[in-house]
């Protein structure tokens, strides 16, 4: 019995040394009241049917975040982390999605007129019936995503030099 308690408090005491001595990994759990800002952490969070237009998000984690039917016109999301968030019916009208990953996003019905997607992975994004009209995807990242019925009217292709023409939906003509 002694013997026993001996090695249960001998154990405890090492896993307390060791918790609390390791260093700190840095890992936060996302703050979805955080105030919209350049670098803010709202992955998984729920922000359906926001107003977070014209707002800078620059570098913001955004994993799996939902945006359903949000406003987020005149929004930047350069360089931001959005693998897998949805943004499906959102007013994304005029946003930069500069360098951003949009691997595995869903764009369904969203309004991007005017977005500029330069650079931006898209990887399996669906960007089903989607409104793309005059958007820039110069330098981006295409690999089976979805384009079905989206309008591309005039919007500048990958290469920067080919302009989609007027009816031109699901690809580019």
Same mark, same amino acid.
């Given at each position: 019995?002694?013997?026993?308690?001996?090695?249960?408090?001998?154990?405890?005491?090492?896993?307390?040394?060791? *918790?609390?001595?390791?260093?700190?990994?840095?890992?936060?759990?996302? @703050?979805?009241?955080?105030?919209?800002?350049?670098? *803010?952490?709202?992955?998984?969070?729920?922000?359906?049917?926001?107003?977070?237009?014209?707002?800078?998000?620059?570098?913001?984690?955004?994993?799996?975040?939902?945006?359903?039917?949000?406003?987020?016109?005149?929004?930047?999301?350069?360089?931001?982390?959005?693998?897998?968030?949805?943004?499906?019916?959102?007013?994304?009208?005029?946003?930069?999605?500069?360098?951003?990953?949009?691997? @595995?996003?869903?764009?369904?019905?969203?309004?991007?007129?005017?977005?500029?997607?330069?650079?931006?992975?898209?990887?399996?994004?669906?960007?089903?019936?989607?409104?793309?009209?005059?958007?820039?995807?110069?330098?981006?990242?295409?690999?089976?995503?979805?384009?079905?019925?989206?309008?591309?009217?005039?919007?500048?292709?990958?290469?920067?030099?080919?302009?989609?023409?007027?009816?031109?939906?699901?690809?580019?003509?």
């Amino acid at each position: 019995m002694t013997r026993h308690l001996f090695v249960s408090l001998s154990f405890l005491a090492s896993l307390f040394f060791a *918790v609390s001595a390791a260093p700190t990994t840095g890992f936060a759990f996302p @703050d979805c009241s955080a105030p919209a800002a350049p670098l *803010v952490d709202w992955s998984r969070c729920f922000l359906e049917e926001s107003d977070f237009s014209n707002t800078d998000l620059t570098g913001a984690s955004l994993l799996d975040t939902r945006f359903q039917r949000a406003n987020l016109a005149g929004s930047i999301f350069d360089e931001a982390r959005a693998q897998g968030a949805k943004f499906v019916a959102a007013n994304l009208m005029g946003t930069s999605f500069k360098e951003a990953d949009l691997r @595995d996003a869903d764009m369904t019905k969203a309004n991007l007129e005017g977005a500029d997607l330069s650079g931006a992975r898209l990887r399996r994004t669906r960007l089903f019936r989607a409104n793309l009209r005059g958007a820039n995807f110069t330098g981006a990242h295409f690999d089976r995503t979805d384009l079905l019925n989206a309008d591309v009217s005039g919007a500048t292709w990958t290469d920067g030099i080919r302009v989609c023409a007027e009816g031109s939906i699901g690809r580019c003509k």
